[in-house]
């Protein structure tokens, strides 16, 4: 699990890591209008939504953190 906070305060609801994350770990709070972490069990650590978070809201676990991995295929 890399994925272990969103700052609400910095999150604009753009919906860009709900967009990047291929795993579905991260969707959109309807009521709120900003991303929430839904199963953070299930995060690859490929860090994609912090990578394409315009305002750097996703927050990291750093011991786990790797490099962006963006050439699947």
Known sequence: MAIIGID?????GCGECV???VVDVIRMDKEEKKAVITYPQDCMLCELCAFFCPTDAIILTPKKSTDVMVSWG
């Open 8 to 12: 609400k305060d910095l999150c604009n």
């Open 19 to 21: 967009k990047s994350c």
